[in-house]
């Protein structure tokens, strides 16, 4: 599995970006992934953004919590993060995630900067 990630930038305070992860070499297994997005910025772990199952279930870390949207498309073997009003805290390089029972992958990372 390839994630390819894109869509990190530069935004100021209050602003959106949107991410998008696209997976190959999937094919009809994309449908039976979880997916899920994780930020590490300078000097801190990886952590959790925002999952969404196979079945459209999604999980939210609570900083970001009615601020940032998960979705997926599976058609297009696609995940989105829609991130609005955007805060400099915010600022990290972003990781799409996909698992299926034991195989995990991760993509290349974005980076989103926040200025204030």
């Known amino acids: 599995v390839q994630l390819q990630a894109s869509g990190g930038g530069l935004v100021q305070t209050g602003g959106s970006l949107n991410l998008s992860c696209v997976a190959s070499g999937t094919m009809s297994i994309f449908n039976h992934m979880n997916m899920g997005w994780y930020r590490k910025a300078p000097g801190k772990q990886r952590e959790l953004v925002a999952t969404?199952?196979?079945?459209?279930?999604?999980n939210y870390a609570d900083p970001v919590k009615g601020r940032f949207t998960i979705g997926r498309d599976n058609a297009m073997r696609m995940v989105n993060l829609q991130m609005n009003s955007l805060r400099p805290e915010d600022t990290a390089v972003y990781y799409c995630n996909s698992e299926i029972g034991s195989l995990a992958s991760w993509g290349q990372g974005t980076q989103v900067t926040v200025s204030s």
């Open positions: 969404i199952t196979s079945t459209g279930r999604t």
